[in-house]
């Protein structure tokens, strides 16, 4: 959202004398639609600034999302805290689906944006006036997926709103989708942290990138296999794992970033650079690319992991909890 204003020069105007009545009224008729040097007739004082509108879409040759997500500075915390207040969107004339997938520690566009048609877009704009700030102790679940970009445009003014198909499903606005990073911009409506949405948003976002790929939507994100897992599957899972622990709903959440692997780490390598509490770490299943190992303290779990198999056979922590 970029805005830039154009300054016009203060008119110019005669220091005043005094002058006889009737040659002062004479001269005030005179005056009157003359050209006082500002330009405008008749105007004693310059115009108002206007505000000059770039087209963002057009500056970018009609390509509403970037190739990839621009990456946040390392010592970045905004981006992962609580936003303070809704963002202030502007209308939502276009707007274009983007999917994104991990690979190696970039999200990297999967396929072409897909337009959105009538009635996807009403429910988006609908779904974007209900963006609030994120609550601390949402809900989260562990699973794969793709992050998802719906790029708004009002008179070529691009908004960018980043949503993980992912754990938490946050929500991450940006005003310039190709240079400026989701969840750390304040410019344009834009709001720093993390925001939460409707749960019909990504089922939208879903239904519409699925469309445009041909189905293949729902499969791997973060380069690992067997990320076409549901939300509910997702849910029971996640459910199962938690209930283990001793301390049980108390479990602190955490997701993983997206490293890929050396190709030879196994799974009992990459469970142990996450044993803290200094336990005994055991893996309890493997199948289809997907792993879950616990940490045992004095006979209690106190992590329990979720791996996955990258494609190069390496294996990486996705996600887990923690007492």
């Given at each position: 959202m970029k805005t830039t204003s154009r300054l016009v020069p203060a008119a110019f105007r005669k220091t005043p004398v005094l002058l006889a009545p009737a040659l002062t009224l004479v001269l005030a008729l005179g005056a009157c639609g003359s050209d006082d040097g500002s330009g405008e007739a008749g105007s004693g004082s310059a115009p108002a600034a206007t505000p000059e509108v770039v087209d963002e879409l057009a500056a970018q040759e009609g390509e509403p999302c970037p190739a990839?997500?621009?990456?946040?500075?390392?010592?970045?915390?905004?981006?992962?805290?609580?936003?303070?207040?809704?963002?202030?969107?502007?209308?939502?004339?276009?707007?274009?689906?983007?999917?994104?997938?991990?690979?190696?520690?970039?999200?990297?566009?999967?396929?072409?944006?897909?337009?959105?048609?009538?009635?996807?877009?009403?429910?988006?704009?609908?779904?974007?006036?209900?963006?609030?700030?994120?609550?601390?102790?949402?809900?989260?679940?562990?699973?794969?997926?793709?992050?998802?970009?719906?790029?708004?445009?009002?008179?070529?003014?691009?908004?960018?709103?980043?949503?993980?198909?992912?754990?938490?499903?946050?929500?991450?606005?940006?005003?310039?989708p190709g240079e400026r990073v989701a969840g750390l911009d304040d410019e344009g409506g834009a709001v720093p942290g993390v925001l939460q949405a409707p749960a019909s948003l990504?089922?939208?976002?879903?239904?519409?990138?699925?469309?445009?790929?041909?189905?293949?939507?729902?499969?791997?994100g973060q380069g690992g296999q067997g990320g076409g897992e549901d939300d509910g599957a997702a849910a029971a899972r996640w459910k199962a794992m938690t209930e283990r622990l001793g301390c049980g709903p108390n479990a602190s959440v955490f997701m993983n970033d997206?490293?890929?692997?050396?190709?030879?780490?196994?799974?009992?390598?990459?469970?142990?650079?996450?044993?803290?509490?200094?336990?005994?770490?055991?893996?309890?299943?493997r199948h289809d690319g997907r792993a879950e190992a616990s940490v045992t303290v004095d006979g209690e779990v106190v992590v329990v992991l979720a791996l996955v198999q990258h494609p190069n056979g390496g294996w990486s922590v996705e996600g887990g909890a923690e007492c």
């Open positions: 990839s997500l621009p990456e946040p500075p390392a010592d970045a915390t905004a981006q992962s805290e609580p936003a303070a207040a809704s963002p202030e969107l502007g209308a939502v004339e276009e707007a274009w689906v983007c999917r994104y997938d991990a690979a190696g520690e970039e999200w990297q566009r999967y396929g072409g944006p897909q337009p959105v048609d009538g009635e996807a877009l009403a429910a988006f704009e609908r779904d974007l006036a209900a963006l609030e700030p994120a609550e601390s102790d949402r809900s989260c679940t562990m699973e794969l997926g793709p992050r998802w970009m719906l790029v708004t445009a009002d008179a070529g003014d691009l908004t960018g709103v980043v949503v993980d198909g992912f754990g938490c499903r946050e929500v991450r606005v940006t005003s310039l990504l089922e939208t976002l879903r239904a519409v990138g699925e469309a445009g790929l041909g189905g293949q939507a729902g499969q791997g997206s490293v890929t692997p050396d190709a030879g780490t196994t799974p009992e390598e990459a469970a142990a650079a996450w044993n803290r509490p200094g336990g005994e770490v055991a893996i309890d299943s």
